[in-house]
């Protein structure tokens, strides 16, 4: 399902060049402080509201990639569902974490900041200006 939505995601990502992907949610004050950040840079991002545009597995390998940490690292452990879903139990891998994610994209630890410079989940906002693109001001 979601086809469509793994085509814009990749490119998105792959039109990033001077610009920056947000894995948003307007809900959470860290996600909407890190817009601001981005904004107030001279920089409108290209947002991706997960919770209604899931990232695909395919995404989520490539975010793990480019963000290089573990799957559980990209999940909100401290969610009752991850520990309803027995995420945390030594025997969970990650292949179940990410199917977990897929199917649950409230377990995704927002926001995630993506652009030429790297990708970092934004915990604190502050973290977002590691990866701004540079802005000409001359």
């Known amino acids: ?43 409108e991002p290209d947002i991706i509201t997960y919770l209604d545009q899931p990232p695909s597995r395919e995404t989520l390998l490539d975010l793990l990639a480019r963000l290089q940490i573990p799957v559980s690292a990209l999940m909100r452990t401290g969610d009752a569902l991850y520990t309803e879903l027995g995420l945390g139990i030594e025997n969970c891998n990650d292949s179940r974490r990410l199917d977990a994610l897929v199917a649950y994209p409230a377990l995704f630890n927002r926001p995630v900041a993506v652009s030429e410079h790297g990708a970092r989940i934004c915990r604190p906002p502050e973290t977002v200006l590691e990866i701004l693109p540079a802005i000409n001001s001359t």
């Open 1 to 43: 399902t979601g086809g469509s939505n793994t085509r814009l995601e990749r490119r998105a990502i792959a039109e990033m060049v001077m610009g920056i992907v947000l894995y948003h949610n307007p809900a959470c004050s860290k996600s909407r402080e890190t817009l601001a950040i981005i904004r107030s840079s001279g920089i």
